[in-house]
């Protein structure tokens, strides 16, 4: 099982530029949730895919957007990058149940986006 | 607003040392997770709780819903310990599923030889 996986490792974009960031969720799971992290806070919860439709989402604009393929895998794009965004991106997978039940979230190692 | 603080935000102890890190939270939640961060960013789910305490080697974690408290405890600390822990929530929602965690800022916890 590789768990959960996340590419590019690192990447450095200039402003105005647009990304995209991949996660595969860990073997069994159909649930994948973004998280941007910066520089010595805790994560922020960006969206979250499930059945190749977002979820839920947190408190960030519309240049972050996302896609879930059938597979589960999904992207995390953001476009017209800002100084702001260069951040640790997290993905996390796990597997969507019925009401009432928890799942253990599994997280990927990240990739570091700097934005010069 | 939802909110999830911790304390303390930095620790130094002594190997050996009992550790504990404290989570409180302002509304009701579905389940409470404790996070172990390692310099360079992987974040490794440790334990999570929606009632009572688990127990996992030298780590136990204990949650209480009234009060919306949780304690994570580390016995027998040692320099491998060292990281940053992180309290997350899951706030209640009716939807169901696995859903989006609201974190701490955590705790950066270093422990000397």
């Known amino acids: 099982d590789a768990g959960v996986t996340q590419s590019p490792t690192h990447l450095i974009k200039t402003r105005g530029q647009q990304v995209t960031l991949r996660c595969s969720p860990k073997s069994g799971h159909d649930t994948v949730s973004w998280y941007q992290q910066a520089l010595g806070q805790g994560p922020q919860f960006i969206f979250q895919?499930?059945?190749?439709?977002?979820?839920q989402r947190g408190n960030f604009p519309d240049r972050f957007s996302g896609h879930q393929f059938p597979n589960y895998s999904s992207e995390l794009n953001v476009n017209a990058l800002l100084l702001g965004d260069s951040a640790l991106y997290l993905c996390?997978?796990?597997?969507?149940?019925?009401?009432?039940?928890?799942?253990?979230?599994?997280f990927g190692p990240g990739t570091r986006l700097l934005v010069l | 607003k939802n909110e999830v603080e911790q304390s303390p935000q930095n620790l130094t102890a002594q190997e050996g040392e009992f550790i504990t890190i404290n989570c409180s939270y302002s509304v009701g939640i579905s389940a409470l997770h404790w996070l172990q961060q390692h310099p360079g960013g992987g974040i490794v789910s440790l334990f999570m709780?929606?009632?009572g305490k688990k127990k996992h080697g030298r780590l136990i974690a204990t949650i209480n819903i009234q009060e919306k408290h949780s304690s994570l405890h580390i016995t027998a600390s040692h320099p491998r310990d060292s990281a940053v822990y992180i309290c997350?929530?899951?706030?209640?929602?009716?939807?169901?599923?696995?859903?989006?965690?609201?974190f701490g800022k955590g705790t950066h916890l270093i422990i000397q030889p």
């Open positions: 895919y499930y059945e190749e439709e977002e979820r």
């Open positions: 996390a997978s796990s597997l969507g149940v019925l009401a009432g039940y928890q799942e253990t979230q599994y």
């Open positions: 709780l929606s009632s």
């Open positions: 997350a929530v899951q706030f209640s929602y009716s939807g169901g599923g696995a859903d989006g965690l609201t």
